[in-house]
């Protein structure tokens, strides 16, 4: 993977990043930095070596570049979800709220993403639980979570949520389904394959989605 800052370096610099913006002189979160950092990047590269587009590969290599917002939220998420599963909660919620703090993203540790996803300038967006698949994609100003009863949203594979959408409690969408802009969408549980919602809760439209998800964001890379 081709990167912007070496991957030796990283790790300070985070550290660097994290002082700057919590200055409370607690040290017990930095014994794990480097290895949430190197854990970071190798789910990255596996990560980006199935978006094939611009930024994200060159000549068919994944590239990481810390001054691309997108790539460092995505960074920042998978530090703090390692962080978390390594049991260093102090580090798991500075990454967390550094993250919130750079790309106003609120994407909590303990939030299970995928291994294939792709942030598209999240600045305004919020992801609670759901059940999340491969090959997914999320636009800013989007809202995911479990509704008042704890029920939340389970999403195949292959999806799209565009710009200003809401998923919340007993969703279940489809592969390859998209949900449109602006959308609000509850008790859309019929988890039909190939569909584009759109439209606010209770009037939601279903309409076939003639195009691949796959194709359109991702491709198959050996690893």
Not at 64 to 93: C, P, R
Request: glycine residues 8%; hydrophobic residues 35%.
């Amino acid at each position: 993977m081709k990167l912007s800052i070496d991957s030796s370096r990283l790790p300070d610099y985070l550290t660097r990043q994290i002082e700057q913006c919590f200055p409370d002189g607690n040290e017990r979160w930095q014994s794990d930095v480097r290895h949430c950092c190197s854990v970071a990047l190798e789910r990255i590269e596996y990560c980006f070596r199935h978006i094939p587009k611009k930024y994200y590969q060159d000549q068919g290599e994944p590239v990481f570049n810390h001054m691309n917002a997108d790539h460092y939220a995505s960074f920042l998420y998978f530090v703090s979800y390692q962080a978390a599963q390594a049991g260093n909660e102090a580090l798991a919620e500075r990454a967390f709220y550094l993250n919130k703090a750079l790309h106003g993203l609120d994407l909590f540790y303990a939030v299970k993403m995928p291994d294939i996803f792709m942030l598209v300038h999240p600045v305004g967006t919020v992801i609670g639980n759901a059940n999340f698949s491969d090959y997914l994609v999320i636009y800013q100003n989007v809202t995911i979570g479990a509704d008042v009863a704890g029920i939340y949203p389970v999403f195949a594979g292959d999806n799209v949520i565009y710009s200003g959408a809401s998923v919340i409690g007993n969703c279940h969408i489809g592969r390859n389904s998209v949900i449109g802009a602006r959308s609000f969408i509850r008790k859309q549980s019929d988890g039909a394959e190939n569909s584009l919602y759109s439209g606010l809760y209770p009037a939601v439209r279903v309409t076939p989605n003639t195009g691949s998800v796959r194709q359109d964001f991702f491709t198959e890379k050996n690893q």
